[in-house]
């Protein structure tokens, strides 16, 4: 315990004990322990030597070398107002210049960045955040206590567009307690605020964003370690190295990103020839031919992404929960994971929590009835059949597509006549949160509560299925103000079986993700969200 | 004189054209203005935001005037704001359709010197083995599609032999490797095309009674074909050359789109796949401009290797 | 009957772009019969050509991403091809004739009207035009009819105009007219079959091209909704996969490439025969 200690220097939070005592036991593991740990300040250096993982958290065989162009193949789109941004591609761009309170590595481990420490209060409703006083924006200003309430109270201001709004509803107050201090006061406690301060709509912009315009590539001023030199949509983004950043500076010159359009074997084609270092990501369909190519690397993991073909709850004939529930008996969900992902990766319970993240509960899953959801159906009158229409847009890949032909022939086999509307990818998000019945991919985040907070929250800004259950809301506000990763799980029980039990989706699987590089990229990792740090990745010569 | 006129003549048609197309294009993009908001604002806009723009953009106006103002606008260089580049059109379109013009350029280098020659050879001797064997390769090359020996040739010397780059965004300025394969897929159906055309002229060139005249009075048969058949032979064939350039626009779209060469076609595709009305609105006026000065210019080009024509005659429209 | 087939058999390229394009037609027509599985059915994914079912049954041409049956895809989607090429066709005939026939006889200011329209589609690239409309209408079957329709329908309208009013000039026709017979009556069975042969020419190419067309939208993505079996489509999404699976994208690129080339040779013989009777005559 003695060995244990805080950035902030201050006492250790009363929690830590319960998950020392836990760790012993061998009730959670170790990484859980250091992820609820860092959460309440606890210093990852000092959770890994007590928890004995140095080495595996630190081990490098090779020395960086500095400099050298890295091309990253990804779709260049429009970027104005950083926390509107509904694509993850954009925020791996401005993530070069613009920088976060806190950062989640690719463990889901949670670090300092900009903020150097923070405290919790007792009931984790009060939080001391300590900035770097080092931080200083790229037109020499100092970043202060002044840029983080601009931010935080834009998210959250009665007008906002933003996600965040609902993300951070529990934000009472942010206040300036010292020249390099600020102080987030809750209405409720909620254990994984320094986490959800990572996502990706939420990197600080500078105090005077609004008054320049709103538009950041055309006034890119950053805090980060690179600099945005060039940016045109559909074409490329050029950043290059800062010599004046506050922090570790990064090892690459220059880093490009190029748009290949949307055709994941054409971005394939160019790593092959030797074109492009990184491709952004590659799906199930491309995995035969990345393997098949000789001089690249492929990586893969698991992260709580997936597909989730969700009905809204206020439209015909979705409104009928006998409807639903026989949609989600007569899905497949084991053959669309098998078919349509060639089986890489984790079946799904129709929940939207993967087995993955650390607050899980191991819900039964539905088992397939075809003869009951044909009951359902006709005790709902819809003896005949039932004609519905199911939208999606392959935003990430045929495979999109693909599982829901699966799905297709699943349910004609209980009598349900599923026609697919396949829209262009860009046609798909205007809609996505409008059609009765649409397959929408959600990115990964690093808790199931975060998903849960943003899409099935009554009234929620991305509350896609129109949910609204105040017994879920509750139930939900209970599991996040809980830190004990083995009580959080248990509290999130009940918040799964609600949303089971009203059947408001089929969430048949959650596949593994791909990507490539080329062999000279160093400490390029698969980071669960996609959400990519450039400044640790070196190139090695050849 | 009678060129002027002709020119004169042809581009007022040009002009009347253009405008029924204009009117055609704005009809069919913009009568539904609902759409046009939720372009521009985006998908978290409001509905109170949205009608203020329709008002501030005059959108409330009626059909007729909204487009005589785009019309202008149009005529005097402001070709709106795309939604998804966020730039004016105008500034995107010059430098996509001189990368297309390369693109195209590339494959009429390589289909007209292959297309004639392998035409001409092959109607010198009609039913010789050389005819048939030209005949043969050009009707297999005409039936298969760009996006089939695209998949192929990329198939090939991408991914097998590893010789070409596969993609060819040319961002890092020109490159003559990324070149290739969209050039080759491009002529490879153009060129066999072209060859049967300038076969069967060439046949009926030599068919002809003054070429069977000069074969009687003992002229070399090298002779006769630079003397007397290859103008005639050409006619059709430098036609169709020019007609093949509103083909190669279209051939210009698959190819740019599969291996991401910016240019026209993939400015298009983009434009029209994000619903970006006043691109694809520019991208179809300019299309149509290329396509009806090619003809002006293959008519030129008629009159002028066929001078029994009088271009007078053809700018009267008489036939 | 004997007289009329014999020119067209003693031309080889005739037999072989008739065999092939009947061919089809027949795989097209016959498709419950031939096909040996549902070709929307999940059976087993990416088995190997040739590869056996271990229900029973041959994957004689393997199967795809999602285990259906790529021979029985091929198979029904000859049928998208041959019904929805050959009814764009059609249709694209239909009006191209009829105002074609109208604008040669009549002449005038309609004639005048119709011609100038005629050119302005014309003058637009022929995929651009089809990827504005499906822009503008979306994908669906008959909308991809319609564009094709739009898109077709002046050149059909520019051969059949041209012929009408060469011929409409001719003695028998003038003979007709003063006979009293409709304008319908001489439109249809004294001028219209004189158009019959180069018809035919344009009939057999532009079907192709129709079919290449549907395939490249396909390929575009703006093609005909999943899962319906289309070539073009087939070819897209096989595209990913097809070092490892070059059984995706090779018979999809074959069939759609020997019925472009059935329909050209035929497309030539025809031109021959009627050449060659024209010279005759």
Sequence with gaps: MKDLKTNSDRPLHSSVKDLVEQVRS?????????????????????????????????????????????????????????????????????????????????????????????????????????????????????????????????????????????????????????????????????????????????????????????????????????????????????????????????????????????DVTTH?????????????????????????????????????????????????????????????????????????????????????????????FPLEPVTRDVERAKALLAEAGYKDGLDIELTLGNTQGKWEQDTAQVLQQNLAEAGIRLKLNVLPASQYWPVWDKVPFGLTYWAHRP????????????????????????????????????????????AMREVEQILQDNAVMVQAYWPSRFCATSMKVRNYKLHPADYFRMDGIWLAQA | MTLILFIVRKLGGAAAAMLTVSFLVYMALEVNVEDVAVKVLGQFSTDAQRAAWLTANGYDDPFLIRYGRWLWSFVSGNWGESTYYRAPVIDLVPDRLAASGLLAGGALLVMVPVGLFAGLL?????????????????????????????????????????????????????????MVLPVLVLAFYSTGYLARVTRASMVEVMGTHYVRTARLKGASPARIVWRHALRNALITPVTVIMLQLPWLLSGVIVVEVFYAYKGFGTLLYDAALNSDIRLVEACAMVSVLVVVATQILSDIAYGWLNPRVSLLEAAMGSK | MRKFFLPYLSSPITVVGGLLSLGWLLIAL?????????????????????????????????????????????????????????????????????????????????????SYFANVVLSFPVLVLYIVIIVVIGSSPFNIILAVTFGSAPAIFRIVRGITI?????????????????????MLFDILPNASGPLAVDFCLRLGYTAITI?????????????????????????????????????????ISSLMLGLSLLADGLREVSDAQGRRA
């Design chain 1, 26 to 262: 061998g009730a959670i593991d170790r990484r859980s322990f250091l992820r609820a740990s860092a959460w309440l300040g606890v210093s990852v250096a000092s959770a890994s030597v007590f928890a004995g993982m140095k080495g595996e958290a630190f081990a490098q065989t090779e020395t960086p070398v500095d400099g050298g162009t890295l091309r990253f193949a990804c779709q260049i789109q429009e970027l104005t107002d950083p926390m509107l941004s509904s694509w993850i591609e954009a925020s791996n761009l401005y993530r070069n210049s613009l920088e976060f309170l806190t950062y989640v590595d690719a463990d889901n481990i949670t670090h300092p960045y900009l903020a150097k420490s923070w405290t919790p209060s007792e009931d984790l409703k009060v939080w001391d955040f300590e900035l770097d006083e080092r931080a200083k924006w790229s037109n020499g200003d100092a970043f202060t206590p002044e840029d983080v309430i601009f931010n935080i109270e834009r998210w959250i201001a009665p007008d906002s567009q933003s996600s965040n709004k609902t993300a951070f509803s529990a934000v009472e107050k942010v206040e300036k307690t010292g020249d390099h201090s600020v102080r987030i006061t809750l209405s409720r406690g909620v254990s994984s605020l320094p986490e959800q301060l990572y996502s990706y709509t939420c990197p600080m912009v500078h105090r005077n964003f609004v008054k320049d315009g709103a538009n950041w590539p055309a006034n890119p001023i950053g805090t980060g370690p690179f600099k945005l030199e060039s940016f045109e949509v559909g074409r490329q983004a050029v950043f290059t190295k800062r010599a004046d950043y506050w922090g570790t500076p990064a090892h690459l010159d220059e880093i490009h990103y190029i748009d290949m359009g949307t």
């Design chain 1, 268 to 360: 394939l084609a160019a790593l092959a020839s030797g074109q492009i270092d990184v491709i952004y990501r590659a799906s199930i369909a491309e995995y035969d031919l990345m393997k098949s190519l000789p001089n690249i690397q492929v990586l893969k993991a698991n992260p709580a992404h997936t597909l989730v073909m969700r009905m809204q709850v206020d439209a015909k004939p979705f409104d009928d929960v006998r409807v639903r529930k026989a949609i989600q008996l007569a899905a497949d969900n084991k053959q669309m994971l098998d078919v349509a992902y060639r089986g890489e990766g984790v079946i799904g319970a129709n929940v939207h929590v993967s087995p993955t993240q650390p607050d899980y």
């Design chain 1, 447 to 490: 808790l199931g509560s975060m998903t849960l907070d943003l899409a099935y929250r009554s009234g929620g800004a991305w509350n896609e299925s129109h949910f609204a259950s105040k017994e879920f809301d509750a139930a939900l506000d209970k599991a996040m103000a809980v830190v004990d990763p083995a009580k959080r799980s248990e």
């Design chain 2, 122 to 178: 092959a109607g010198m001797r009609p039913g010789s083995l050389i005819d048939r064997a030209v005949s043969l390769l050009s009707i297999v090359t005409t039936s298969i599609p760009d996006f089939a020996s695209a998949v192929f040739l990329s198939a090939v010397f991408v991914f097998w032999l590893n010789w070409l780059p596969g993609a060819s965004t040319m961002l890092s300025g020109f490159s003559f490797s990324e």
């Design chain 3, 30 to 114: 016959l498709a419950p019969v031939l096909a040996p599985y549902d070709p929307i059915k999940t059976l087993m994914p990416l088995a190997k050509p040739g590869a056996l079912n271990p229900a029973g049954g041959t994957f004689w041409l393997g199967t795809d991403m999602l285990g259906r049956d790529i021979l029985s895809r091929l198979i029904y989607g000859a049928r998208t091809v041959v019904v929805f090429a050959t009814l764009a066709t059609l249709t694209a005939y239909l009006v191209g004739v009829v105002l074609g026939l109208i604008a040669g006889y009549r002449g005038g200011r309609l004639d005048a009207v119709l």
């Design chain 3, 166 to 186: 060469d011929v409409a000039s001719r003695d028998y026709v003038a003979a007709a007219i003063t006979q009293g017979e409709s304008a319908w009556r001489i």
């Design chain 3, 215 to 255: 395939g490249t939208l396909g390929f575009l993505g703006l093609g005909l909704p999943p899962p319906t079996p289309d070539w073009g489509t087939m070819v897209n999404e096989g595209r990913g996969m097809a070092i490892a699976f070059p059984h995706l994208v090779i018979f999809p690129c074959l069939a």
